[in-house]
């Protein structure tokens, strides 16, 4: 039997549906039941009435889904996944600005542990994080953790007072300007497509900005040919799949996600097999995590 006809049985036997972010790899991308951008994901897992949730991305995309599902099993291909970013914010200092500001929203980017999430006051995703903000009472914003993906969101709401955590993505960061003015001179006629959590510098070029999905619409609604991806290489796999005609160029050499890598088909059956790699949480902290999760959905939908 092939690793995908034992997925298909396994997946009946365990009444699972597969969750994917578009940085996995092509052939987990191929065999999910649901692709999609961190918003999407959460939303999904929701809405998902199956009783196992196979997650395949990192442990806060995992664990995200647990704290809106605690009745479901949620289960993960490599409990070694882990989003570096989500830990880039310090208690302390979250503790520091509440005192600092009276009227203070700590705005928590769905890359996070559970743990800082139950310190923050909502969430929010790169899809909607513009329209989350918009809506908060709140004048000033403490962005946590990552500081590219803050500063984007305060560009477009200057009318607020933001405070930057100095959390990043190391395979965002790593696309520089230079790289970029590279591409657009051996590719003048592509756009440039950026995921906010790319660099200031990164960010001024772009023609577009926005979330895995964002970026993966606006190519396939654009009348341009050619485009210039500004993100982790896996949406490379959705963005060909929509628009064979079209053509993708990378702009750096290390756009690649060690983590989001990590999962493999391989894994993937065998976590449906042995069902052992279980997301757990205390019920404390579950319930004061899902406070922003929830928040966020309300306000983002
Ligand atoms: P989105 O798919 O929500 O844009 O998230 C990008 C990301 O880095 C996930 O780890
Ligand atoms: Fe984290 Fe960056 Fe990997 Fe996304 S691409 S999981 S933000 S390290």
Redesign the pocket.
Known sequence: MSTIDKIEELKKQRDAVILA???VDDEVQAIADYV??????SKAATAATAKTILFC??S??GESAKILNPGKTVIMPDMQAD?P?AHMADLEKIEKMRREYEDLAVVCY??STAELKTYSDVCV???NALKIVQALPNQHIFFIPDENLGRYVASQVPEKHFIFNDGF?H??TSISAENVKKAKEAHPGAEILV???CTTEVVKLADYV??????IDFATESRAEEFIIC??MG?LYELKQKNPGKRFYSVGHRQF?PN?KRITLEKVADALESMANTVEMEEEMRLLAKKPLERMLELGS
């Not at 999609?36 to 994901?41: A, I, R």
């Not at 926005?210 to 970026?215: K, P």
């Open positions: 972010h578009y940085y999609g951008d961190s918003f999407y994901l991305g990192v806060f995309m989003c970013m769905i890359n995703t790169s899809s993505c395979v965002h995921h906010p959590e926005g979330s895995t999905s964002g970026i993100t982790e949406v996600c989001m």
